[in-house]
C-alpha cells in the first residue's frame, strides 16, 4: 500500500492475495456445504463441485499461481476438514488435471469460461477415474466412464455459468489494481 496525492493505492499483488483469502473461505464453505448433500448411489463419489466457481473465478480475474494455490489450499483444507485421506489423493489427482487443462485453453483465447469450466470437469473425472482405475481395477471402472463425462459436462457447464455471472457482477477494477 501506498499513499500518493491523499489516496490509499492498495498494490496488484494485494488485491490478489485479498481476493485468494475471500476466495478460499467461499470455496470452504461451499464445500462443507456440498459434503452435507447425501451422494448420488448411481455414481459413486459425483458431486456438483461448486467451490470450483472460486477457482475458475480467480483463473480470470487473478494470476494463475494465485488461482493454483487457492486450489491447492481448498483441496487439503477440504481434505482435513471433512474427507479422508483417501478424498485427498482423489481431490489432489483431479484439481491438479483440471487446472493444467483449464489454464491451458484459457491462455489459446479460443474458449470463454463456461467451455474451460467444462473442460476442467471433464479432466477433473478422467483423472480421478485414472486413479481409481489403477486402484480398484480397469474392468471395474471403465462402465463408469460414460456417466462421469456427462456429470463432467453437466457440472462444468453449471459451474461456468455460475462463474461467468460473477466475472459480469464483479468489476475487474476491484481485484486488479487500476491503471
Same mark, same amino acid.
Given at each position: 500500500?501506498?499513499?500518493?496525492?491523499?489516496a490509499?493505492?492498495?498494490?496488484?499483488?494485494?488485491r490478489y492475495?485479498?481476493?485468494?483469502?475471500?476466495?478460499l473461505?467461499?470455496?470452504?464453505?461451499l464445500?462443507y456445504v456440498?459434503s452435507? $448433500?447425501?451422494?448420488?448411489?448411481?455414481?459413486?463419489?459425483? %458431486?456438483?463441485g461448486l467451490?470450483?466457481?472460486?477457482t475458475?473465478f480467480?483463473l480470470?480475474?487473478t494470476?494463475?499461481?494465485?488461482?493454483?494455490?487457492v486450489?491447492?489450499?481448498?483441496?487439503?483444507l477440504t481434505a482435513?476438514?471433512?474427507?479422508?485421506?483417501?478424498?485427498?489423493?482423489?481431490?489432489?489427482?483431479?484439481?491438479?488435471?483440471?487446472?493444467v487443462?483449464m489454464?491451458?485453453?484459457k %491462455?489459446?483465447?479460443?474458449?470463454?469460461?463456461s467451455?474451460?469450466? $467444462?473442460?476442467?470437469?471433464?479432466?477433473?473425472?478422467?483423472?480421478?477415474?485414472? $486413479?481409481?482405475?489403477f486402484?480398484?481395477g480397469?474392468k471395474?471402472i471403465?462402465s463408469?466412464?460414460?456417466l462421469?463425462?456427462?456429470s463432467?459436462?453437466?457440472?462444468g457447464l453449471?459451474?461456468g455459468l455460475?462463474?461467468v455471472?460473477?466475472? %459480469?457482477? $464483479?468489476?475487474?477494477?476491484?481485484?486488479?489494481?487500476?491503471d
Amino acid at each position: 500500500m501506498s499513499k500518493q496525492d491523499g489516496a490509499l493505492r492498495i498494490s496488484s499483488e494485494a488485491r490478489y492475495i485479498a481476493a485468494g483469502a475471500a476466495g478460499l473461505g467461499l470455496a470452504l464453505l461451499l464445500s462443507y456445504v456440498e459434503s452435507l $448433500i447425501p451422494v448420488l448411489q448411481p455414481l459413486p463419489g459425483v %458431486k456438483a463441485g461448486l467451490a470450483n466457481v472460486v477457482t475458475v473465478f480467480l483463473l480470470y480475474r487473478t494470476r494463475a499461481l494465485y488461482a493454483g494455490i487457492v486450489l491447492a489450499l481448498r483441496i487439503a483444507l477440504t481434505a482435513l476438514l471433512f474427507g479422508t485421506l483417501f478424498s485427498f489423493f482423489f481431490s489432489l489427482a483431479g484439481g491438479v488435471v483440471s487446472f493444467v487443462v483449464m489454464l491451458l485453453l484459457k %491462455k489459446t483465447g479460443l474458449f470463454r469460461a463456461s467451455g474451460v469450466s $467444462i473442460s476442467g470437469g471433464v479432466a477433473h473425472n478422467l483423472a480421478q477415474l485414472v $486413479i481409481a482405475g489403477f486402484l480398484i481395477g480397469w474392468k471395474e471402472i471403465y462402465s463408469l466412464l460414460p456417466l462421469l463425462l456427462v456429470s463432467g459436462v453437466a457440472a462444468g457447464l453449471v459451474i461456468g455459468l455460475i462463474a461467468v455471472l460473477l466475472l %459480469k457482477m $464483479i468489476p475487474e477494477k476491484l481485484i486488479r489494481k487500476p491503471d
